[in-house]
């Protein structure tokens, strides 16, 4: 939290807020008015995090949404365990959700907290370590008792052992204060009880956070009353934890200091705030659009990709069907014979669910149909971190079937860019008639940031044309001939059941070139085999080429990089050049095939460096198709990389 | 299967279009299966079936998996998939929910269906797909050369059980049965006039229906099965058993009493006290006349088993033919009724309801 000047103005408690209430019986607001600081920084990383019952994520997302409307730049990550409720109490159980928000465009949900809500012990002692000192750490006094310290695994309370001392302290009852405000309420006398009233602690500290940050607070009320529209007297519950938690604000000694973070500069247009995995479901409801096909999604449910499959559900006005299948391998057994019917096949899953497709991408490989599979990838091998991010499922999407069988792959590179990903593979789907991999992963899949809506109108057009007519003359007539290709894009035709005289047969084992019988003959194995390689090479041709970044245009060091990494490695390499060293970046959407004009680019620059979250999965890629040394960073932590962490990685690699 | 014929010379309605004919389903092709074998017995009945029903090569989709049984698509001048080892009825299940105006079969086996594809099958019959799967059993591996399958008898010799196998087989139409399918039938290869009935009745069935096909091996089967072939035939005759091959399989037909034998000395019948059912003499009073149409299944289930003690065959016909909504039908009113206001409008989805405008 970099403050960009002295304090710029002050303000008398009470009357500059944007928003006051006036209490019932906990203040008196008359008593209080005297002078505050208000400083103005340029970015704020804050954390909440609390038990998994606490409605950390919630509160989180609330903040979020607060921020958003309030207009600044924001990247955010959620961090929680995959244990719907882990033991409560225990750092295992620990819940997080943090937020960068900022006045300039930004990249990352930000390297360490400026400030740390912590709900419980566990959630203290889960996120201390990555708190600088200095920084705000607002502590539920309340929820520090014995038993809570000895589940975390405090000997000592930290509270008063001197654990603490480097940063700034704020001891807030806030359970106790939750019950004592909720109960004063009106709305809610009588009609909710303690335990209740407690569990609208969360509100309290969105309160509390929302004051101290000078976000707009509307919204959240309503978003209370339509959450608990059924249960009014829970809402005002809520809503009445949430305005005491804005009011101790005011009225507390503890801070003496208020934060702005004015609006970003943003390109002009309408925005909403998106994940990955939504803006990836409204990416494949644009695809039915643009191709004219019904979306058809066969799928089975895996974290963290669930989320699509839930969303796309919602969404039968746009015609998308979706099929919760028996297993992983239905879904896209599912999807594939809705390509075959003709609707856009698309199925859903996360690495563990890749590996049960494998058999049936093949088959659609020697379909030649349209199909996306899209892998939200998570940490693995096996069960591995379902909720934690990872990339280490490059290597499958490209290698893992039987044969030779070439799949391209697409990747966004944040949450927004999962809209785009998800129409280019739909693209590349039907226009060559081919499975296609979308690699998105858990941290793009939950963390969010503000979207710059497309319009309609740049969005390209995809219409796919069904073939109607035979296209071969044979001895006793007119034919049709499944795998006589375009001779442009080696497509080759899609007739759909229900097209009279172009009724043929297609499956997995090899077929004639051209007219598509079960054909053993090993010349035309061999002619099938790189005619389905060329298909997919020739994609290269189709696609931008690779853009570098390199402002000062005296970079001899590149950073290559693909997926969700781009933020972290932009933002690193923002930090170097602002210390002014040179550093070129380059991201990859497109990995199979690369950009044509990609080993150009490695090749002209001294060192490549690429950063992955696996042990060098494109490292071994690049290697093997360019011959470039390149030099790989690597970590599998389950979290995203960090922009001070690759800024010190890419200095090294400068400097060496 | 005259009528075939007949309806051929004749002009299809409206169209103008002649009325598909045998020649119409017929691929150019080569088939190649072992000769003898039940396949091209029962795909001459497919050839022959299919212009009787009246639906056009082009509306007609056949899938298959992996297996001998699972070529034949190739020879079905209709749409067809031939897919991987077990999957066929997933692909089916996206084809029917997304082209409810398609006629859709599964052409499957005892290891492609009962084994790796197992779960498929159990799944496509609960959510009553509207599929006619048709399950040719010959209890053996025959593609990959003579292994025992799950419909295999115990003690089955093979190259992979040299000794005899050991697991219990599993009775088809009692697990589809148990699967809640609305349609469950049994036929044999050998019989082509049963054959075509029993897969009339089931192209008629909107909703899953599973016909068991059962055929014999004239290259691996360890036992050779179905009056009129092999070990069976040449068993010295047994009048006084009911269970003696020379009875053939109990001939189920709905509103009949199920009586068996050259003169319909054997009936099955019901003992009041337990519900079971089992073998006595044809005149008995409680002889059970034959309802597929019974919602509760356990009358089919128990008819089902009844060979696994008593009989050398399992009876023939329709088990089970009950009417529920199929789940292509369910499907399609779904999307009809949760879309009022009719087609979504792209730009109001993505811009939800927190968007916010940047000035620049």
Redesign the interface.
């Known amino acids: 939290m970099r403050s960009v000047g002295p304090a710029r103005r002050t303000r008398p408690i009470a009357t500059a807020g944007r928003l006051v209430w006036y209490p019932r019986r906990l203040l008196k607001v008359s008593e209080q008015v005297r002078e505050r600081e208000t400083r103005r920084l340029d970015r704020v990383v804050v954390r909440f995090a609390g038990d998994s019952g606490d409605g950390m994520q919630l509160t989180g997302e609330q903040f979020t949404?607060e921020t958003?409307?309030f207009?600044n730049d924001l990247s955010t990550l959620p961090d929680f365990p995959a244990e719907i409720r882990a033991p409560a109490g225990t750092p295992a159980g620990v819940s997080g959700f943090q937020l960068h928000f900022s006045d300039h465009d930004i990249l990352t949900p930000g390297d360490a907290p400026d400030v740390l809500v912590a709900m419980n012990p566990a959630a203290l002692k889960a996120n201390l370590k990555d708190l600088p000192p200095g920084a705000n750490l607002i502590v539920n006094t309340d929820a520090f008792t014995g038993g809570n310290l000895k589940k975390a695994g405090y000997a000592t309370d930290p509270l008063t052992d001197g654990t603490l001392d480097p940063y700034l302290v704020h001891r807030v009852p806030l359970t106790s204060m939750t019950i004592n405000a909720v109960h004063a309420a009106e709305e809610t006398a009588g009609s909710v009880n303690k335990k209740e009233a407690e569990r609208a602690k969360n509100m309290f500290a969105l309160g509390l956070m929302s004051w101290l940050y000078h976000r707009p607070t509307e919204?959240t009320v309503g978003f209370l009353e339509k959450k608990f529209a059924k249960r009014p007297e829970i809402a005002a519950a809520n809503i009445a934890a949430f305005r005491a938690g804005f009011n101790y604000g005011e009225t507390t000694e503890s801070f003496t200091v208020t934060y702005e973070v004015a609006p970003a500069?943003?390109?002009?247009?309408?925005?909403?705030?998106i994940t990955g995995n939504l803006a990836l479901s409204?990416g494949l409801?644009?695809a039915g659009?643009l191709t004219g096909l019904?979306v058809?999604l066969?799928s089975y449910p895996i974290t963290p990709a669930s989320d699509i499959l839930h969303e796309l559900s919602k969404?039968?006005?746009?015609?998308v069907?979706t099929?919760q299948?028996?297993?992983e391998?239905?879904?896209?057994?599912?999807?594939?014979?809705?390509?075959?019917?003709?609707?856009l096949?698309i199925t859903t899953t996360s690495g563990p669910g890749v590996a049960l497709k494998s058999?049936?991408i093949?088959?659609a490989v020697s379909?030649e149909l349209p199909l996306v599979v899209v892998d939200i990838q998570r940490g693995g091998p096996s069960t591995g971190l379902p909720t934690k991010t990872e990339q280490a499922d490059l290597l499958q999407a490209m290698f893992g079937r039987n044969g030779e069988a070439p799949v391209p792959i697409v990747a966004p590179r944040s949450p927004g860019d999962c809209f785009d990903a998800a129409v280019e593979a739909a693209r590349l789907a039907t226009k060559y008639r081919t499975p296609v991999f979308l690699l998105s992963d858990g941290y793009l899949a939950n963390g969010s940031e503000p979207w710059l809506?497309?319009k309609?109108e740049a969005l390209p057009d995809l219409t796919v044309a069904f073939t109607t007519e035979p296209n071969h003359t044979g001895p006793k007539g007119p034919e049709f001939w499944p795998y006589l290709r375009d001779p442009e894009t080696l497509a080759r035709p899609w007739a759909v059941?229900?097209?009279?005289?172009?009724?043929?047969?297609?499956?997995?084992?090899e077929k004639s070139d051209g007219q598509g019988?079960?054909s053993y003959d090993p010349a035309n194995h061999d002619r099938m085999v790189r005619l389905r390689a060329a298909k997919v090479a020739g994609i290269a041709n189709d696609i931008p080429p690779l853009e570098v970044e390199d402002p000062s245009g005296q970079a001899r060091v590149l950073v290559l990089g693909w997926g969700s990494t781009y933020g972290p490695i932009a933002a690193g390499c923002r930090r170097v050049r602002a210390k002014g060293l040179h550093v070129a970046q380059a991201h990859l959407r497109h990995l199979n095939p690369f950009p044509a004009n990609t080993g150009e680019i490695l090749r002209s620059y001294d060192k490549v460096l690429i950063p992955e979250m696996n042990l060098g999965q494109l490292r071994t890629l690049i290697r093997a198709e360019f011959l470039v040394d390149a030099i790989g960073y690597n970590q599998v932590r389950g979290l995203p990389f960090k922009a001070a962490e690759l800024a010190g990685v890419l200095e090294d690699v400068i400097n060496q | 299967m005259s009528t075939v014929n007949g309806k051929a010379e004749e002009p299809a309605g409206a169209s103008g279009?002649r009325a598909p004919t045998v020649a119409d389903f017929t691929?150019g092709?080569e088939v190649r299966w072992c000769p003898g074998c039940g396949d091209h017995a029962i795909l001459s009945t497919m050839r022959g079936l299919l212009p009787a029903l009246g639906v056009?090569?082009?509306?007609?989709?056949?899938?298959s998996g992996i297996g001998c049984s699972s070529r034949l698509?190739?020879y079905?001048?209709?749409?067809?998939?031939?897919?991987?080892h077990g999957?066929a009825?997933?692909?089916?299940?996206?084809?029917s929910?997304?082209?409810p105006?398609?006629s859709v079969w599964v052409v499957t086996g005892d290891g492609d269906a009962l084994a790796i594809g197992g779960?498929?099958l159990i799944?496509a019959l609960r959510r009553n797909v509207n599929l006619k799967i048709l399950l040719l059993n010959n209890e053996i591996y025959g593609l990959t050369k003579g292994q025992a399958s799950p419909t295999s008898k115990v003690g089955t010799i093979g190259p992979s059980s040299p000794f005899g196998s050991l697991d219990n087989p599993f009775n088809p139409v009692a697990l589809a049965l148990g699967a809640g399918a609305t349609f469950v039938a049994r036929t044999i290869d050998s019989d082509r006039r049963h054959l075509t009935a029993t897969l009339t009745a089931a192209a008629a069935h909107k909703g899953a229906a599973l016909v068991e096909i059962r055929q014999g091996c004239p290259t691996f089967s360890a036992i050779p099965r179905q009056g009129g072939r092999g070990a069976a035939q040449a068993a010295p005759a047994e009048p006084d058993n009911p269970g003696a091959p020379e009875h053939g399989p109990i001939r189920l037909s709905p509103g009949l009493p199920i009586v068996f034998g050259s003169n319909e000395q054997w009936g099955v019948i019901r003992d009041p006290s337990t519900g079971e059912l089992g073998i006595g003499h044809g005149g008995d009073s409680r002889v059970v006349v034959h309802d597929p149409g019974t919602q509760n299944s356990t009358y089919a289930y128990a008819l089902a088993r009844l060979a696994e003690t008593s009989l050398a065959e399992p009876p023939i016909g329709v088990y089970r033919s009950v009417s529920q909504p199929s789940f292509d039908q369910l499907?399609q009113e779904?999307?009809a009724t949760?879309?009022p206001?009719?087609?979504?409008d792209?730009?109001t989805?993505?811009?939800?309801t927190?968007?916010?405008?940047?000035?620049?």
């Open positions: 949404s958003a409307t207009g919204g500069r943003m390109k002009s247009g309408t925005y909403r705030r409204y409801i644009a659009e019904p058809f066969g969404h039968k006005r746009f015609g069907r099929f299948a028996e297993d391998i239905a879904g896209i057994g599912a999807a594939l014979g809705a390509s075959f019917g003709g609707s096949g058999e049936t093949g088959l379909l809506l497309p309609r059941p229900g097209t009279p005289g172009l009724e043929h047969r297609i499956g997995g084992i019988n079960i | 279009r691929t092709q056009a090569p082009e509306n007609t989709v056949v899938v698509p190739y079905l001048d209709t749409y067809g998939i031939h897919s991987i999957r009825p997933s692909f089916a299940t996206g084809i929910i997304n082209r105006d398609l779960n498929h799944h499907y779904r999307l949760a879309r206001g009719g087609r979504g792209l730009g989805l993505l811009k939800g927190d968007s916010w405008v940047h000035a620049g």
